[in-house]
């Protein structure tokens, strides 16, 4: 696992779909509970909520970890810098921790965008950079082709998908997976096997699919505006899943349910 993703960090704050001061509130709640690592993007529209809640807090700016994402609308030559920069002011910081390409392009040409990413790395206006929602074929692709090294591909990952090409691509090029819909939106709920493994743990079927992720290896990123969902969202590293109750999860992504697709993100690519 990247460095970047280490201990705390290995536990995101993820803060679509909140907006307002919806959005103010509930990151100053999870930094109460004790989240560092904060997921946002130009697309969701809380930029500036965030850097809100961020900034009236104490924590110091090196002990946080802040995540945003450049919208396929930006990746022109001349618009990419500017709008990172915007991203940086509505943060109210001098840089984030990482840069991430929210989707590949529409064309399927990955390069001129890369380029951009790794430009704004140069500058200083990324500690690290990576992408998301990229397939195999784009990452082993992107990493022939740069110098500098993606720290993730952040993607639909939960128990209910089949995602074993994409953990098979990361592990070759070393660029790991972080998880978005990381619990299928409340789908996995629906299954009791969860609840069942969560009782011989005593923690709660949430817990158990996010500690299933972060056992491959896989940053895990929730959002709740629930304190007490929160809190258990974060309290997943007091536990292991033992290799069975592991595989008895493994065997329910044949279910391979994806819920972002062409038919919610137009501009998807063709997944794995």
Same mark, same amino acid.
């Given at each position: 696992?990247?460095?970047?993703?280490?201990?705390?960090?290995?536990?995101?704050?993820?803060?679509?779909?909140?907006?307002?001061?919806?959005?103010?509130?509930?990151?100053?709640?999870?930094?109460?509970? $004790?989240?560092?690592?904060?997921?946002?993007?130009?697309?969701?529209?809380?930029?500036?909520?965030?850097?809100?809640?961020?900034?009236?807090?104490?924590?110091?700016?090196?002990?946080?970890?802040?995540?945003?994402?450049?919208?396929? $609308?930006?990746?022109?030559?001349?618009?990419?810098?500017?709008?990172?920069?915007?991203?940086?002011?509505?943060?109210?910081?001098?840089?984030?921790?990482?840069?991430?390409?929210?989707?590949?392009?529409?064309? $399927?040409?990955?390069?001129?965008?890369?380029?951009?990413?790794?430009?704004?790395?140069?500058?200083?206006?990324?500690?690290?950079?990576?992408?998301?929602?990229?397939?195999?074929?784009?990452?082993?692709?992107?990493?022939?082709?740069?110098?500098?090294?993606?720290?993730?591909?952040?993607?639909?990952?939960?128990?209910?998908?089949?995602?074993?090409?994409?953990?098979?691509?990361?592990?070759?090029?070393?660029?790991?997976?972080?998880?978005?819909?990381?619990?299928?939106?409340?789908?996995?709920?629906?299954?009791?096997?969860?609840?069942?493994?969560?009782?011989?743990?005593?923690?709660?079927?949430?817990?158990?699919?996010?500690?299933?992720?972060?056992?491959? $290896?896989?940053?895990?990123?929730?959002?709740?505006?629930?304190?007490?969902?929160?809190?258990?969202?974060?309290?997943?590293?007091?536990?292991?899943?033992?290799?069975?109750?592991?595989?008895?999860?493994?065997?329910?992504?044949?279910?391979?349910?994806?819920?972002?697709?062409?038919?919610?993100?137009?501009?998807?690519?063709?997944?794995?």
């Amino acid at each position: 696992m990247n460095l970047l993703y280490q201990g705390n960090y290995q536990r995101v704050f993820g803060t679509y779909p909140l907006v307002g001061e919806q959005a103010v509130a509930a990151v100053s709640a999870a930094l109460a509970v $004790g989240y560092r690592a904060f997921d946002t993007a130009q697309m969701y529209g809380n930029e500036q909520q965030v850097g809100e809640a961020l900034a009236a807090s104490s924590i110091e700016r090196s002990q946080l970890c802040i995540t945003t994402k450049v919208m396929p $609308g930006n990746f022109a030559e001349g618009r990419f810098m500017a709008s990172v920069e915007d991203s940086l002011r509505q943060l109210r910081v001098d840089w984030v921790d990482l840069l991430l390409l929210h989707w590949p392009p529409a064309d $399927g040409n990955i390069m001129p965008s890369l380029k951009l990413l790794a430009q704004a790395k140069a500058r200083g206006l990324a500690t690290h950079i990576g992408v998301s929602n990229y397939t195999a074929a784009m990452l082993r692709k992107a990493c022939r082709a740069l110098d500098v090294p993606l720290t993730t591909n952040q993607v639909e990952f939960h128990p209910l998908l089949n995602q074993r090409i994409l953990l098979a691509a990361a592990a070759e090029t070393g660029i790991p997976l972080s998880a978005y819909c990381s619990v299928a939106r409340g789908e996995v709920f629906g299954h009791s096997l969860f609840a069942e493994i969560g009782k011989s743990y005593r923690k709660s079927a949430a817990q158990v699919v996010l500690r299933w992720i972060i056992q491959q $290896g896989v940053v895990a990123i929730t959002m709740s505006t629930n304190r007490q969902h929160m809190r258990a969202n974060y309290d997943i590293m007091d536990f292991v899943l033992s290799s069975v109750d592991m595989a008895r999860i493994d065997a329910l992504t044949s279910v391979n349910r994806r819920i972002v697709d062409a038919n919610i993100v137009p501009w998807a690519p063709k997944f794995d």
